[in-house]
């Protein structure tokens, strides 16, 4: 018996149909998840304070929008339990500050609510220049692609803002 085309491709046909099912079963970003560290009202905390941090504004929708609270979250889930401690004390010392004490706080980088603004700060930028918002819409990256020439940048000498 000879091997058609048909017959060569028949096993990968089956696995691209089990990827696609399985692909489906992945949440969207707008799909709700549950929290694996923050209890509700954390979460909303981190979700207003990440939005301070990169507020939406007409270049860009903002840290809401990335789902960066939702990145926060992830991350502390996996981080080890001095982390977590400290970002829960941070947290319960900012829990209702006005704006003026969080950037009091901020210039306190010894206290817990100074050491979580430096470090919100941080996971914030990460969580949205690593999410499909900052990454793609907001620098324009399109993927790994192999290049045929390296042609450098086109701006002049001093040109980048």
């Known amino acids: 018996?000879?091997?058609?085309?048909?017959?060569?491709?028949a096993p990968l046909s089956a696995a691209l149909l089990a990827a696609?099912?399985?692909l489906a079963q992945i949440p969207s970003p707008q799909t709700p998840r549950r929290l694996s560290f923050f209890t509700p009202e954390e979460y909303k905390l981190?979700?207003?304070l990440a939005e301070l941090i990169l507020p939406a504004d007409e270049h860009s929708p903002g840290a809401t929008e990335a789902g960066v609270a939702a990145y926060i979250d992830l991350v502390l889930s996996y981080s080890p339990p001095a982390r977590r401690k400290g970002f829960r004390?941070?947290?319960?010392?900012?829990?209702?500050?006005?704006a003026e004490a969080l950037a009091a706080a901020e210039k306190q980088p010894?206290?817990?609510?100074?050491?979580?603004?430096v470090e919100l700060k941080k996971l914030t930028l990460i969580g949205y220049y690593t999410s499909e918002i900052g990454l793609r819409r907001e620098l324009g990256y399109q993927g790994n692609a192999a290049l045929a020439s390296f042609p450098g940048c086109p701006h002049a000498?001093?040109?980048h803002r």
């Open 1 to 9: 018996m000879s091997v058609t085309r048909r017959t060569a491709l």
């Open 20 to 22: 696609q099912h399985h």
């Open 46 to 48: 981190v979700e207003r």
């Open 89 to 98: 004390e941070g947290l319960a010392a900012l829990a209702g500050s006005p």
């Open 110 to 117: 010894g206290t817990p609510a100074g050491l979580l603004l």
């Open 157 to 159: 000498a001093g040109a």
